[in-house]
Every structure is written in C-alpha cells, then in structure tokens.
C-alpha cells in the first residue's frame, strides 16, 4: 500500500481486515485473523535489534551484521525503529478491536460491521475518482480527512492549530511536505460523510469509546504509510497507545508509551539540532508529549 495510487484515494485500503476485526465473533474467526494480519504488518518483535520476525514487506530490513551496530536514533536506524514501532502499533490496534469485539454482544458487533462498510463504501463514493498518474500523497486524502475529524474529536494539548497541515505527506526527516491536491474539491462532503455515519452509529447501543476506537482504526488503517503521516500517528494511534492497559497481552514490546512519545516529540525540540530523530517536520500539536512523559528509547535492545 505503500506505493498505491489507486481510485479510491485510500478509502478502501484493508477495508476486510478492519470489518473482520470489528465484526470478529469467536476464537476460529480470531485466529484466522491474526493469521493474516501477520501476513499484511508482519510480526511483533522481540527487540529492536530482532530481524529476524517477519516484517512488514513494504520495510527495509537491516542485515544481522548491520544491526548490531546501527544506532537507532540517526539515518536508516532511525527508519528502521520508527517504522516498527508504528507498524506495531496498528497490528495491536487491530487486535484490541477484535478482542472487544469478541467481548462484546451481537448487537454491537453488527453496528460495528455496518459503521465500517458505511464509511468505507460511502467514502469511496464521495472522494473517489481515476487518478491518471502515479502521485502517492492522492492516496492521503481520504485518511486526511479522518484525522481531520478525530482531530475534532481530540483536544488538543497546546490548544493551538498544527504548524503543518493534517494532510501534509513527507518523510519525516525532510523540511518540505506534500498535500494532496484534489483534497479541497471533497474535503467538505468528506467530512459530512463522516459525521453522518458516526452520528447514526453513536444512537445505536454501543458504547462511545468502543466507536471512537473503531474510527481511529479506520483510519490508520486505510493510511498507506503512516510513517509519512503526522497526523495520522498523532489521531488515530497515539490515543491508543497512551490508553490505560495498552498493549494487548502477547502483541508489542515495541510501540510502547514511551517509545511513541519519543517518536512523536521528537518534532517539538525544531529541526536546527539534536539527533536525526528531532529533525523530523511532525508538528508539535501532533506528539504526545501531555500523556507521555519525555525520555530514551526505553526499548530492549
């Protein structure tokens, strides 16, 4: 996904994998789950310095003779932990919905399912259209429009807007950032789509947390890298990860409250000095520096 520039602008994107995890009933479902949620975000790793677990295939894995030594907080070390860490993150998000979801009566899981292939199919409709050349920031605008919205849904620390935009596409270590450019054009029928289809789902029996963790799923799930995306990191996973009992039992050692605070405060220290890490253009209103206290990587090595 992370090269798509398909017609659905990233609306579609693991649109199955996210029904299935809402909707998941019992243990045989749940296992087929995991299954093929190893196959698409590969595996949680031991270590940061374990490369040997499967990956995702979209990664760069480092050799063995190479990530003995690699520093972790420059260059391609650097890549290497923050694309795990929020590669994990999403693997273990998927599996809190589909626990819930298996802890949960039939009445919510069906309201989940039709909230899912509401929002999706509905999505695809609105913003969908041919895209005549190969621009991977169009496949962002979909997932910029639900970070919009769970932007509204979460307040924000410092109170002010972002430095950058919601939409804004880079790597995280660049100084320049990409938006997409037919995002104006659906932006508002987007983000109606979006509340009319919360709003229905929010008068049925089913517990607010439950949804508004069923939209920050959609979202950083249909993103076709959340690595390039600030506020995709800061609404749809880090509310997640700063929860009280993150992170389900046998999942990450590595998208740890720590470590994702490293992550995402590494933008507010600007981009003149310090390591790699804080040269990143993730805006300050994006980290979660008010659930997480600062500090190292904290991670086994």
Request: glycine share 8%; aromatic share 6%; charged share 15%.
């Amino acid at each position: 996904m992370a090269d798509c520039h398909c017609y659905c602008h990233g609306a579609g994107h693991q649109n199955d994998l996210v029904v299935r995890a809402a909707s998941c009933t019992n243990a045989a479902d749940y296992a087929i789950l995991l299954d093929n949620l190893e196959k698409v975000l590969g595996g949680f790793h031991k270590r940061i310095r374990d490369v040997t677990t499967p990956t995702r295939g979209a990664r760069n894995v480092p050799l063995p003779r190479e990530i003995v030594s690699m520093r972790t907080s420059v260059g391609s070390g650097a890549t290497w932990f923050e694309t795990l860490m929020v590669d994990e993150a999403l693997h273990a998000a998927f599996i809190e919905v589909a626990q819930g979801s298996m802890a949960s009566g039939p009445v919510v899981r069906r309201v989940q399912a039709d909230f899912v292939n509401r929002i999706t199919h509905g999505a695809i409709t609105v913003i969908g259209s041919p895209v005549a050349f190969t621009n991977v920031v169009e496949s962002h605008v979909w997932c910029s429009i639900v970070a919009e919205k769970l932007g509204s849904l979460t307040p924000m620390s410092s109170g002010a807007l972002p430095r950058g935009g919601l939409a804004d596409i880079c790597y995280p270590r660049k100084s320049t950032a990409k938006a997409p450019s037919s995002l104006a054009v659906v932006r508002s029928r987007g983000l109606a789509h979006i509340d009319a289809a919360y709003a229905a789902a929010a008068a049925e029996p089913i517990p607010s947390d439950q949804l508004l963790a069923l939209l920050r799923l959609v979202g950083a799930a249909t993103y076709p890298d959340l690595w390039h995306h600030a506020a995709a990191v800061r609404f749809c996973l880090s509310p997640s990860v700063a929860a009280v009992g993150w992170a389900p039992a046998n999942t990450t050692a590595i998208a740890t409250p720590a470590n994702f605070a490293e992550l995402l405060v590494a933008g507010i220290e600007g981009t003149t000095g310090g390591s790699e890490m804080a040269k990143n253009t993730w805006p300050t209103s994006f980290s979660c520096a008010s659930h997480f206290p600062r500090g190292g990587h904290g991670i086994a090595i």
